[in-house]
Every structure is written in C-alpha cells, then in structure tokens.
C-alpha cells in the first residue's frame, strides 16, 4: 500500500487559493511601499509573475481548477454592486439612466467603427463592442474602499458601474441570435439560447433573492447569521447557475437589485462585509494577473490599444456631456466618467461564453478584448484613485495599526459600508 504522495503533485484547489492569497498579499505590501502605486496593481503583477506566461509557479491546470473560487469572489462583488441598484432611486432620479444609456450607445459605436480601422469588423467587432459597455465593478469598490470615499460622485458612479453590465449583459444576449446563424444553427437555438440566458439567470436572481430576503426576516433576531445567510446565497446562485448552465455572472447581480428592492427595513442589504472582504479582491486580481498572455498582448495590441482609447474616451465624454447637461457639476460628471474606465471580470466571463460556444469568433474577441482587460487594469485602479480624490467627494480614512510605511508614517485605509454605496436624499431601504 502506497503512502507517500505521487508526482507530479496533483493539483489542489485549496492550495492554490492559499497561494494566491500568498502572492496577493506580498503584491500589495510591495505597492504600499510606494503610494502612487494602487495596491490592486501590486495584485496584478506579482500574479503575472507568478503565472505560467512568466515563471510558472501557476500552472495553466491549477488557474482552471481555482475558476470557481474566483467565480465566487467576482458573484460576492456583484452581489454587492447589485445593492446599489435601487429601483426606487432610478424612478427619482432618471437622470441616471439616461446617462447609462447615452454612454453605453457612444461606447459600442465609438469600438465598432475604431476596430475597423484595424482589420476586425463584422460581427466579431459588434461583439466586442457590447463587451465594452461594461465596467469593473472591483476596481471601483476596492478603490474606494482604500480612500475611504463616499459621496454623490461614488454613489452615482456605483450605480452607473452595475448599469453598465445590465446593459452590457443584455447587448451580448441580443448579439447571440446572430452568431448563432453564422454557426448555423436552428431557429430554436437562435431564439431560446438568448432567452433562457438572460430570462434564466433574472429568474435565478430573483428567486434567490426572495429566499435570502426571507430567510433574514425570519432571523433578523439573531444578527450573527447574516452575513453567513448572505455568503451561502451567493454561493448557491453560482452553484446553481452553472448546474443549469446560466450566468454565473448576472444572477449575483440580480440577487443583489432583488434584496435591495425586496427590504423595507435593515436587514441584510447593508450588512459590513468587514475585513475579510479584502480576501477576494485578491484573489480575483492575482488571478487576472496570471492570466495575462504576453505573447497575445504583443500581438494584438494596435487593436487593444485602439479599443482602449475610443472606450476610454467614449465613457469620459458620454458621461460628462450628459451628466453636465444634466446640471450635474462639471467636476463631479467628469470624475464620474474616468471611475468607469476600468473592465475585468464580466468582461472576462463574456469572452470565456463566447470562445466556448464560438471558438472562431471567440479567438478574434478574447485576443482584443483580453489584452485590452490588461491594459485597462493596469491603468485603471490609478486613474479611479486620481478621479475619487478629484471628485469633491469625502474621503474618510482611518489608520491601520498593524502596518506603517517605510519613510515611518502608518497606512491609512478607509472604511466604506453598503450605505456609502447608496444615494445621501434616497429613501431608506
């Protein structure tokens, strides 16, 4: 009987998730040595290195087997960014929709018509241009998070941030009865695929969201489960999404909007995540990080870059005319349109379903858009930091004990809860 272990190793979920918190968490010491650099940047690099286009300590094999993981940490944050959709807000201030909708239209046609300068047209450059529409949810929250921020332009540009991949999500759907007839497919899977996607995965959402608004109701006494109620909700949307092959991306979205409609009290929308939320932020950027493909980023970057630019430069201006033009302060408007700069994980997700079900379409749209997610994300957290300080907005810091600087001044960080997420005259929830 054998008792020693086998090699190569297998690979092991759990140890890969240490190691990525490991690598995560030496990554943003190295940032904090200098305060320019964002410590979501410190994430990045060191998963760079230490994924198999670099030094190979992460294998391709255990990136796949910890996806889960990361599909978990990305539904916590949409979960929480779904939180800041509150009907009740929108029906009050429909100017923010109007804003969503006027920069999401000069997003998709700004990438449209610039991919074609460089070869990709055609359906493969509308796909990728509905992939643009959306933002990261992570690198706002994490920022913010940092700096302590709270205010008119992060409330506003949360909710602008969960717009986008609302709209994001429903675009792509409605490009898929197309790719399909490229694919030939028959009519049924033209029209039911989309349908059940975006039909299946609200449906998801919704009831779960039900269940967990429930379940709080029924417990709201005993105040120490709920942030245990909120996890295993998450979790079991993503379980279940992936069993019924669904979004494992808009159902947590969707949990979310549902729990904040759903509550007429404090109950679970506004719980504090605390510390610990910290842990998944990690992870998801190292993972990003070692995903990076240098050899395609060389490659593809004219393209990249091109897509980089006209997204950058559609989101800032079509955020910024309309808001102004809504009588918002031209310095909050601004602000707002630079914090939606940075894309990653629903975009991520949105290349992943099409190089699954279209692989000749797929290597077209994940070569761009992913090297573009490199570039976006490696400039982004720097640029939210610099528009947040720039907004106007408060930025509540407290120090943080356990660490200090070099040059012998601590570390501050800031604190945000789910209400600095929510709108300052909205109605409670």
Not at 11 to 26: H, I, K, P
Not at 172 to 196: C, D, K, R, T, V
Not at 240 to 262: I, N, Y
Not at 403 to 412: K, L, T, V
Request: proline content about 6%.
């Amino acid at each position: 009987m054998e008792f020693l272990p086998v090699w190569p190793f297998p690979v092991n979920t759990l140890f890969f998730f240490g190691f990525l918190l490991f690598c995560g968490a030496l990554g943003g010491y190295v940032a904090h040595r200098w305060p320019w650099i964002p410590s979501i940047t410190g994430f990045m690099v060191v998963g760079l290195f230490a994924g198999p286009n670099v030094l190979g300590l992460i294998s391709p094999e255990a990136l796949a087997q910890s996806r889960i993981v990361v599909d978990v940490a990305l539904a916590l944050i949409l979960y929480r960014l779904g939180l800041s959709l509150d009907i009740k807000r929108f029906i009050n201030d429909r100017s923010l929709v109007l804003i969503s909708l006027t920069e999401s239209a000069l997003t998709f046609v700004a990438v449209y018509f610039c991919l074609g300068w460089f070869g990709i047209s055609g359906l493969p450059a509308a796909v990728i241009g509905t992939i643009a529409i959306s933002s990261s949810p992570a690198v706002l929250i994490h920022v913010a998070h940092e700096l302590g921020a709270s205010g008119p332009v992060t409330t506003r540009s949360m909710s602008l941030v969960a717009l986008n991949n609302v709209i994001a999500f429903m675009a792509f759907a409605a490009m898929l009865p197309a790719l399909y007839g490229q694919a030939e497919a028959p009519l049924s899977i033209m029209i039911g695929a989309p349908l059940y996607q975006v039909l299946g995965s609200a449906a998801l959402g919704a009831a779960m969201g039900w269940a967990l608004h429930l379940a709080a109701r029924t417990t709201k006494a005993a105040h120490q489960y709920q942030l245990a109620l909120v996890i295993g909700a998450v979790m079991m949307t993503v379980g279940a999404a992936l069993v019924l092959k669904l979004s494992a991306l808009f159902a947590p979205l969707m949990l979310g909007m549902v729990v904040r409609s759903l509550e007429r009290s404090n109950l679970v929308a506004d719980i504090e995540f605390g510390p610990s939320f910290e842990l998944f932020f990690i992870v998801l950027f190292v993972y990003a990080g070692a995903n990076m493909h240098v050899s395609e980023m060389l490659h593809y970057w004219p393209a990249a870059l091109a897509f980089v630019f006209a997204r950058s430069a559609a989101k800032w201006l079509g955020v910024t005319l309309t808001a102004a033009a809504c009588r918002t302060p031209l310095q909050q408007a601004s602000a707002s349109g630079l914090l939606l700069m940075p894309m990653a994980g629903l975009a991520i997700g949105l290349v992943n379903t099409t190089a699954a079900l279209f692989p000749r379409e797929g290597l077209i749209v994940g070569s761009t858009v992913l090297t573009a997610v490199a570039i976006l994300e490696t400039i982004g957290p720097p640029i939210a930091a610099r528009a947040l300080r720039w907004s106007g907005d408060r930025l509540g810091e407290t120090v943080d004990s356990s660490a200090a600087r070099p040059n012998g001044h601590r570390i501050e960080k800031g604190v945000i809860d789910a209400s600095d997420v929510r709108s300052p005259d909205a109605p409670p929830a």
